[in-house]
């Protein structure tokens, strides 16, 4: 009997389980959560492209989830927080975490499709939605597990796990450890290629209390020596700009052609989320560029591409050039503090630093003007600016629309996903989906290239093929 082709794109669910923590180390008990965590209370997903293993060693997909879960119990007995719930912690309303040993969701699914049906797996597609489970919306948080994950089999063997974290309950790095902590676990030893770290859940310094701005103001000199966030700054300089130009409606909303849609909404068309590849080879061409002249001068791969593609985006959207502009980006904390965090720190540690100028400036600056800013903005978050950073999340937070003057990158290089291996070697690919902050471009470590870097990005439509040219053919 032919396959029907609407069935043959279906993903059927063959099996739903909660899995709790093996052990019990923790009697129930709240971690108070930092302004950082509380900013995207949201589930985060990836999903992980493994090709079928040869004959010999192939599992089937009801051994693989098996494997899965008994790795997942183990994992969740020291990372104990991703079995528990959030909840509005009263009186003052904020959101923690309670641990309470409720588990976290593991579902097995099945589809005819085949991986290489799917063409580039680079490129974003609507069907890596199915492959990824998401709970039914509850109108209580104690009813949302923290942790969901599915593996769905291929017809060709291979396998896709679409693995969603919280945000609340873990930043990049930290979700990178969990997910190498739970691969340990499923195939029984650690890989020597990575560190396992002890995790960490407590919040510890990056816990700010009401009130500690107004102290720090009534010492003296304190109103002079007080930390600006220049992040914070320059997002306020960019809303003045747009609600001058009259393209801010006063409830916030952005008007006109830089509009961005919501996932799933029947607008959906106007941006589009579309990676491109450079190179190791190109990497270094941008870098030679950059230092071409300047003797003992050097930058990260991080540095020089976000250098770049800011100049791109903004000429590839036609920004006036007497418009303000601004780049930001997200610095880990762990060590720029005094004293660091712990290695194993496992809550949100990203705060965003910023530098600014005019569009007709960003086209004349050279790359290593750009880049020494980028650095000098990285060297300024320490204690004074991260507990600003803190205290300013103290006000509401409203949602920021996608403001066209505003380019935001997060490295995500430093955390190979495609290396973490669940008993089926290296994934093919990697795929973030869909964040609720698609103008953010995500820098990630090219699965095939060493020293290669995949930048992930939302744009309109009608601006891909400019910032193609001038990210890719204008190196």
Known sequence: MAIQREDYHKVLITKTTTVYPRAHPHEARVIQLSNLDRKCPLLMYLVFFYRSPPPHQRLSAGSLFSSLKTGLEDTLSAWYPAAGRLFLSPPNGKLDLVCTNSGALLVEAATRLKISELGDLSQYNDFYEHLVFRPPLSSSFSDMPLVVAQVTKFGCGGYAMGVGTNHSLFDGLANYNFMNAWASKTVGKADEAVE????????????????????????????????????????????????????????????????????????????????????????????????????????????????????????????????????????????????????????????????????????????????????????????????????????????????????????????????????????????????????????????????????????????????????????
Not at 255 to 282: C, I, P, W
Not at 320 to 347: H, I, N, S
């Open 196 to 475: 396992l770290v002890e995790p960490v859940h407590e919040r510890g310094r990056l816990l700010v209390g009401r009130g500690q701005i107004e102290e720090n103001l009534t010492r003296p000199g304190g109103r002079e020596k007080m930390t600006r966030v220049t992040a914070v700054d320059h997002l306020y300089l960019l809303i003045e700009q747009a609600v001058f130009m009259k393209r801010m409606d006063p409830d916030g909303k952005l008007q006109g052609e830089y509009k961005f849609s919501d996932v799933g909404s029947a607008n959906h068309e106007q941006s589009v989320l579309r990676t491109f590849s450079l190179r190791s080879s190109m990497v270094v061409k941008l870098k030679s560029k950059a230092t071409r002249g300047l003797s003992g001068t050097s930058c990260s791969s991080f540095e020089v591409v976000a250098a770049h593609l800011w100049k791109a985006r903004t000429k590839a959207l036609g920004i006036p050039k007497d418009r303000t502009v601004c780049l930001q980006f997200a610095v880990d904390t762990r060590t720029r503090m005094d004293p660091t965090l712990p290695k194993g720190f496992t809550g949100n540690a990203y705060v965003l630093s910023s530098i600014s100028c005019t569009s007709g400036e960003l086209e004349r600056e050279t790359l290593a003007t750009i880049i020494e800013k980028i650095k000098e903005a990285k060297q300024s978050v320490n204690n004074d600016y991260v507990g600003a950073y803190l205290e300013a999340l103290e006000a509401p937070q409203g949602v920021l629309p996608p403001l066209p003057e505003l380019t935001m990158v997060s490295d995500w290089t430093r955390t190979p996903y495609h290396k973490v291996d669940f008993g089926l070697g290296d994934a093919i690919y990697v795929s973030p989906l869909a964040s609720p902050f698609q103008q953010v471009a995500y820098f990630m470590q090219s699965p095939n290239d060493g020293g290669g870097i995949e930048v992930r990005i939302g744009l309109l439509q009608k601006h891909v093929p400019a910032f193609s040219h001038y990210f890719l053919d204008k190196l």
